[in-house]
């Protein structure tokens, strides 16, 4: 017997056009279309949930963000954040933009050059690097960022065994006035290792000093912090051209750049604080051009932004699954998202769009995803419509860091479209298989 559409009555504030503490109403957006499609059609065809990557817009938002530092400073290289997004066809259209790749493992190498980027335009980032790793790095000219002494010496002696000169940039942490200050990765400015570093890899036989890196964060709205790190970046290398008359080939800021998406606890929405690409770039640039630089042999700047050049372009697509009452009389909403696809969702306060409205009446809803698991949560608390089992949801900005750390608990992974420019959709990851994932185990004898 189908289930009648019935709720069980309860006496509710009504929220439909009460202003909030904003004065704004409560207005549940919706959005049925992704690039002309809709998505109603693309779970209909590829199943739910399901992810959605827009080409055009990370083409769009990549030529603002080069078009920010390349109008300002003149020489701009970025390099592609591996770990924000993986997926082939997504590395693939920032190189073919011209972005470099920059990788914190061994995996993520043969990624970069699987994807046809040359050793010479990977930056090898992250504190473990094997023998492999490293000698690889060296016989490809790739620039190796130490992360700490015991790398230097590793590194120094894999490259004098070799008979090669190896490429290398330090990590460096430093206070630019944000809390927390990341301090675990690299060698620290104010207390005087990097210094210390620098000496000594200067010194050594079979290291070229080719840059200065540093990586403070990530989603750090305040744009005075790169100016900080910028300009202490080019005090360093002022000091080892006086020093060593040694010219750096490059300054690497890192990432770091915020998103649209809103923190958890934040008083705002991300999409009224979340500083834009001019802003970044004005303050970075400014500090670069202002430093005691010689205008005539500016370093090359790097930037390895990741999650402010993918974030906007990934949506996660889904269906409810269920309503129900919690026993203090909130709606919960559970949906076939969880945190199993939506990593960030402990992060961020996700927007979780309906595709349309059954009414405007909102309620305080908690919205759950299908684990069985208590900390399965995608919003805690949303002013949010009544939807039916089957309606569909979207969860738009998911485009950083949910397709590569997404986990394979309870369920198998969704797979992943890409809508290209001529908006056409090409299926760039497919659904993990119950058959390719159990051939990686193994039985022994005695219990078959
Ligand atoms: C993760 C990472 C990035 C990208 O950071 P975002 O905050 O996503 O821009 C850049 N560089 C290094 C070394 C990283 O580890």
Avoid at 150 to 163: I, Q, S, T, V
Avoid at 252 to 271: E, H, I, Q, V
Avoid at 386 to 395: M, T, Y
Wanted: hydrophobic letters at 40%.
């Amino acid at each position: 017997m189908k289930k009648l559409d019935y709720e069980r009555p309860i006496l509710n504030k009504v929220n439909a056009g009460m202003p909030d503490k904003f004065g704004m109403k409560t207005k549940t957006a919706t959005l049925s279309h992704i690039e002309e499609h809709s998505v109603t059609d693309i779970l209909k065809e590829y199943g739910s949930p399901v992810y959605v990557i827009s080409e055009p817009c990370i083409r769009k938002t990549y030529r603002t963000a080069y078009k920010a530092f390349s109008t300002r400073y003149p020489r701009v290289q970025f390099a592609w954040s591996y770990k924000t997004n993986y997926m082939n066809a997504v590395c693939k259209i920032f190189h073919s933009e011209g972005a470099w790749a920059e990788v914190v493992s061994g995996f993520e190498y043969s990624k970069a050059i699987e994807n046809g980027i040359s050793g010479d335009q990977i930056i090898f980032n992250g504190p473990e690097k094997s023998k492999e790793d490293l000698e690889r790095a060296i016989t490809d000219g790739a620039m190796i960022h130490l992360d700490g002494l015991d790398e230097f010496y590793f590194l120094g002696e894999l490259a004098e065994k070799l008979n090669k000169k190896a490429n290398v940039a330090i990590r460096i942490n430093l206070n630019a006035g944000i809390y927390p200050q990341w301090d675990r990765f690299g060698f620290n400015l104010e207390n005087g290792e990097a210094w210390h570093a620098i000496n000594r890899i200067m010194l050594h036989d079979n290291m070229e000093l080719v840059g200065l890196h540093t990586h403070m964060g990530t989603y750090i709205t305040a744009v005075s912090a790169y100016a900080i790190a910028a300009s202490k970046l080019a005090d360093m290398a002022v000091r080892l051209q006086r020093k060593f008359n040694h010219s750096i080939k490059y300054l690497d800021l890192g990432g770091g750049f915020a998103t649209r998406n809103t923190l958890k606890g934040a008083y705002l929405p991300g999409s009224d604080t979340c500083p834009s690409f001019d802003d970044y770039a004005e303050a970075l640039t400014s500090a670069l051009l202002g430093s005691e630089l010689p205008p005539d042999k500016l370093p090359l700047l790097i930037l390895e932004t990741g999650r402010a050049l993918i974030d906007e372009s990934g949506y996660a697509l889904g269906s409810v699954l269920a309503n129900k009452r919690l026993v203090d009389g909130r709606r919960a909403t559970v949906i076939d998202i969880g945190v199993n696809m939506l990593f960030t969702a402990f992060w961020y306060e996700h927007e979780v769009m309906p595709t349309k409205l059954n009414s405007e009446q909102t309620e305080n809803t908690t919205i759950y995803g299908p684990l069985c698991m208590n900390i399965d949560i995608i919003r805690e608390a949303i002013q949010f419509p009544l939807l039916q089992k089957g309606d569909a949801i979207v969860i738009p900005r998911i485009g950083a860091y949910n397709m590569t750390q997404w986990m394979q608990f309870i369920k198998l992974r969704p797979p992943v479209l890409l809508i290209d420019e001529d908006r056409k959709i090409h299926l760039i990851r497919k659904k993990e298989s119950f058959q390719e994932f159990n051939a990686q185990e193994n039985v022994p004898e005695h219990l078959k």
